[in-house]
């Protein structure tokens, strides 16, 4: 990172991000997934009924070690662990762990609702300001005169990420970076939309679409759902389209360096060991560690850090250790009917409880009101931008 940022906010990214747009959570992933398999008329073509029937079958085997051992099957990531396991093990075949990733990859395709139905907010701008702002086409005048901005909370944060709603003549000096564990393509098409590239990271990937200037670093710590690695060279690629929205396609496509067919959606397991993903995943995760070292900000977002997930605390802890100018640590949740006065909820508790006493008396904060309402209301405050929002 260049020198002269002194102002630089990481945002942390979980499954509780991406609820609002209709994403599945961990505990509801596979009823959806069952739903959607149900469901004669959903989109899903036989090859892709076959994947979720694999997944499922998978899941009914597993079931009778539960007469000795207790596991949560209906726990997505522990699924997911699971089959990565047996796989590598030989116990599973490849295509078992392929039609979960495939599984995973639908879901989230098919439960993502567009944009029209996602939690709405209104910004008013500065004075003058929209007449020059290069997201005009989105912006009206508003009933009282001044220039408002109505759009979805993802397009705002978007717009925010990308440093629009700042001072322009500040924005040497600030930075945005986003590290995330979700699969789910809503950030990245929300930068789309206001036309930033997000900054994936991977150095040697290949993309399907023309590159533009402007990025904002998205660091996919568990992959993507629009990226795809060959099986036999490893040659990841950046699809320009979701694989699941045409998934006849998809299958048929070539490796773009050693033009053999079979590529498959590059979504790490959340939990166990991850090496078999080190070579591919390092830049990001090296990156995502320098984004946490020179952090001046740091705001977590619906992730409740699992205690099956050791990975991201050391990350946590080795990117802390070298930061010495955090001055906030903001953790948004989703606490229903909020947190009893006097009382800790369980997330809350967890990162108080990893976090050194005198830091989090000065520098914690805990917000319990979900991200569309902390985007709508107390973003600029704690994070002491946005100069073009009145
Ligand atoms: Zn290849």
Known sequence: MPGNIKD???????????????????????????????DPDSELDLH???????????????????????????????????????????????????????????TLQLAIKDTGNRPQVRIGLATGYASQASFINYVRRGPSGGDVFDTDVYT?????????????SKLASRSNAVITFNYDLILDDALARVGIKPGYELTDAVFDEPSV????????????????????????HILGQKATTDPEMFRSRQCAKCQKPGLRLLLVPPSWDKS???EIMRPVWRKAVEALKTATRICVIGYSMPESDAFFKFLLALGLAENDRLYKLIVVDWVPGGTPPGQENTIEARWREMLEGVFVGRRFEFVPRGFAEFIRSSIQYLLHRGEQIT
Not at 12 to 22: M, N
């Open 213 to 236: 200037e402007r990025t904002v670093p998205l660091l996919k710590l568990h992959g993507s759902t629009n990226w795809a690695i060959c099986e036999k060279c490893n040659q990841i």
């Open 8 to 38: 630089h906010n990481v945002y942390i990214l979980g499954a509780g991000f991406s609820k609002d747009a209709g994403a599945p959570l961990i505990h509801d992933f596979l009823d959806r997934a069952r739903g959607f398999f149900d």
């Open 276 to 278: 078999e993903y080190s």
């Open 48 to 106: 892709e009924r076959s994947q979720f029937e694999e997944v499922f079958r998978f899941k009914r085997e597993l079931a009778r070690a539960r007469e000795k051992f207790r596991i949560d099957l209906d726990n997505i990531e522990e699924l997911f662990g699971l089959v990565e396991m047996s796989q590598r093990l030989g116990s599973a075949p490849p295509a078992t762990r392929d039609a979960t990733v495939y599984l995973i990859a639908k």
């Open 156 to 168: 705002h944060f978007a717009v925010l990420l990308s440093g629009k709603y700042d001072d322009q």
